[in-house]
């Protein structure tokens, strides 16, 4: 588990950046934390290192949006912020959607565990102290994210 302290909507996107040479396609990254606590901002810095230059966008309506990244791979942003069952993120085909070539970045994630890939990097975003604080907390899931452990924390505390 990696703790991180951020002071601003930059220091939040900056920690996805930071992360983002360390993402592989199948990858999903689950996103949890306060309600409006920034997990679309960091999402944001993700797609930006990712080479996406149109505006990313909460799917909170639509559920899911895909995005064309350089290299070839996709952005996959879901938010299951609004979904009540499990049966739901079946039938919304979250777990095909989880491509060799997509990163998936997962709001409200942690709902859907039990449907989704067994490896994946859970990030919390909570409120910290002041208005523009955030605490992040990342903790690698399976042999695929733990395996990248060092890496990452190396990474974050640039």
Known sequence: MIR??????ADTQAVAAAIE???QPGDAILLGGDLGAGKTVFTQGLARAMGIAEAVTSPTFTL??????AGG???LHADLYR???LQEVVELGLPELIEDSSVAVIEWGEAAVPVLVADYLDIRIDFGAGDDERVLVLTPVGTRWVGRTDALGK????
């Open 83 to 85: 979904l009540e069952h």
């Open 73 to 75: 791979r996709r952005l």
């Open 21 to 23: 040479p360390l993402v």
């Open 4 to 9: 991180l302290a951020s002071k601003s909507v």
């Open 64 to 69: 899911v949006r895909t995005y064309d990244a």
């Open 155 to 158: 990474a974050v505390t640039r």
